[in-house]
T-cell receptor
Framework: NAGVTQTPKFRILKIGQSMTLQCTQD?????MYWYRQDPGMGLKLIYY???????DKGEVPNGYNVSRSTTEDFPLRLELAAPSQTSVYFC???????????FGPGTRLTVL | GNSVTQMEGPVTLSEEAFLTINCTYT??????LFWYVQYPGEGLQLLLK?????DKGSNKGFEATYRKETTSFHLEKGSVQVSDSAVYFC????????????FGKGTTLSVSS
């Protein structure tokens, strides 16, 4: 099993550009999550999904969108990039709510 | 709401020293508690967990006990190694649908030989 994979590993965007961060898991987990990690601030939840076709907002959803058309994939979309979105983004998955979450390697995004 | 507070870092130790990283939490109900570790340039990996009061999680020489009376889940290791240098995150998760992890801010551990 590859676990949770994320692409790209690094990306630099200009203000106002858009992009999609990809996340795929091969563990047949129902739950998937997107977090952002800012220096010294721990991780904050952006969006989560409890199954295909079902998504919900987390603590910091503004400026992001998600979709969950399959169990395996949970892409995160940034429509109009802003410097405040400079961060490291982690995707995670778990079998159920409250279960151990498995993390991808992260995407380091810089918006200039 | 639910929250996690862990000791500020960085923590700097010599090899074979004893490690304690404090973690306390505020939560309603009966959360599960976790310690995750993040090595430089990598994602988070589960280190250990406990799902109910008085449970002890352990892995790779690390231990933590779920103390409901003190709302704590302190991480300990008797003898640290240089390879333990990393950022350690305490986290909690309620046992409800869609519950994500709530993380502490992380504690950086540096071990020198």
């Amino acid at each position: 099993n590859a676990g949770v994979t994320q692409t790209p590993k690094f990306r630099i965007l200009k203000i106002g550009q858009s992009m999609t961060l990809q996340c795929t898991q091969d563990m047949n987990h129902n739950y998937m999550y997107w977090y952002r990690q800012d220096p010294g601030m721990g991780l904050k939840l952006i969006y989560y999904s409890v199954g295909a076709g079902i998504t919900d907002k987390g603590e910091v959803p503004n400026g992001y969108n998600v979709s969950r058309s399959t169990t395996e994939d949970f892409p995160l979309r940034l429509e109009l990039a802003a410097p405040s979105q400079t961060s490291v983004y982690f995707c995670a998955s778990s079998y159920g709510g409250g279960d151990t979450q498995y993390f991808g390697p992260g995407t380091r995004l810089t918006v200039l | 709401g639910n929250s996690v507070t862990q000791m500020e870092g960085p923590v700097t130790l010599s090899e074979e020293a004893f490690l304690t990283i404090n973690c306390t939490y505020t939560a309603t109900g009966y959360p599960s508690l976790f310690w995750y570790v993040q090595y430089p340039g990598e994602g988070l990996q589960l280190l250990l967990k406990a799902t109910k009061a008085d449970d002890k999680g352990s892995n790779k020489g690390f231990e933590a006990t779920y103390r409901k009376e003190t709302t704590s889940f302190h991480l300990e290791k008797g003898s640290v190694q240089v390879s333990d240098s990393a950022v350690y995150f305490c986290a909690l998760s309620g046992n409800q649908a869609g519950t994500a992890l709530i993380f502490g801010k992380g504690t950086t551990l540096s071990v020198s030989s």
